[in-house]
T-cell receptor, first 113, second 111 residues
Framework: DQQVKQNSPSLSVQEGRISILNCDYTNSMFDYFLWYKKYPAEGPTFLISISSIKDKNEDGRFTVFLNKSAKHLSLHIVPSQPGDSAVYFCAANRMGSNYKLTFGKGTLLTVNP | KAGVTQTPRYLIKTRGQQVTLSCSPISGHRSVSWYQQTPGQGLQFLFEYFSETQRNKGNFPGRFSGRQFSNSRSEMNVSTLELGDSALYLC??????????FGPGTRLTVL
């Protein structure tokens, strides 16, 4: 039972354009969501998070949007840069179950110069 | 501040052997979690320790175990290794928030 789904295994965009990575979840008890970026042979790097009491959180070029009714979140990267090329993981957490992240299977983003 | 460190980075074992992996969290972090990453299953939660106590456990067999020491360092042990245990094992530490910070991982290959 995959509770966090990233339905696009890969995404390719041109440098300078917007990258939009999507994530869906099924467990309505999830109330904290995170995005991580991962390069090969390295551990995931925390990018940005959002609590279920918000619908948007912004940090520089990265913005995460949360639509609770649709159980959907997305990560926007503007403008995209070649160094953003990596696998992006969406993760979710449930209050009272701290430190037990449930991850999606990741989306490989390729930003072409 | 130094990040999460994991040793060794690479390990090759044969079926039936056991292995111990080590993780040193970020200074001041008391929670340490372990994850297994495989191509087919993605990142899956193994267990989490806080103040030397296991607080959460994922759906893995009893061959997977761990512990945490008083200095918050943690070890993970896998006994009677199987081919399917080949994976990247990641350790993450947390302070008090929900954000976990990951180490570089240990790549385990079981032959």
């Amino acid at each position: 039972d995959q509770q966090v789904k990233q339905n696009s295994p890969s995404l390719s965009v041109q440098e300078g354009r917007i990258s939009i990575l999507n994530c869906d979840y099924t467990n309505s008890m999830f109330d904290y969501f995170l995005w991580y970026k991962k390069y090969p042979a390295e551990g995931p790097t925390f990018l940005i998070s959002i609590s279920s009491i918000k619908d948007k959180n912004e940090d520089g070029r990265f913005t995460v949007f949360l639509n609770k009714s649709a159980k959907h979140l997305s990560l926007h990267i503007v403008p995209s840069q070649p160094g953003d090329s990596a696998v992006y993981f969406c993760a979710a957490n449930r209050m009272g179950s701290n430190y037990k992240l449930t991850f999606g299977k990741g989306t490989l983003l390729t930003v072409n110069p | 501040k130094a990040g999460v460190t994991q040793t060794p980075r690479y390990l090759i074992k044969t079926r039936g052997q056991q292995v111990t992996l080590s993780c040193s969290p970020i200074s001041g972090h008391r929670s340490v979690s372990w994850y297994q990453q495989t191509p087919g299953q993605g990142l899956q939660f193994l267990f989490e320790y806080f103040s030397e106590t296991q607080r959460n456990k994922g759906n893995f067999p009893g061959r997977f175990s761990g512990r945490q020491f008083s200095n918050s360092r943690s070890e993970m042990n896998v006994s009677t290794l199987e081919l399917g245990d080949s994976a990247l094992y990641l350790c993450a530490s947390s302070l008090v928030s929900d954000t976990q910070y990951f180490g570089p991982g240990t790549r385990l290959t079981v032959l």
